[in-house]
């Protein structure tokens, strides 16, 4: 499994929990995690992109 796929599974996971615990409506819930799962994957890409001329 790639670090992508693990990223991607961990923001859905995640963004699916919050989603419930702090909405109350469907379609606001679907919405939150929508915009969570996004904000996830792309702060994650940014920093990456942020740290990739960095040596390791």
Known sequence: ???LV???LF???VSVV???LQREGRRERIRFGLMTFA???ASALVVGWLMYPFPS
């Open 39 to 41: 904000a996830f994957v």
């Open 18 to 20: 919050f989603a419930l």
């Open 11 to 13: 923001s859905a996971l």
């Open 6 to 8: 693990a990223l991607l």
């Open 1 to 3: 499994m790639s670090h």
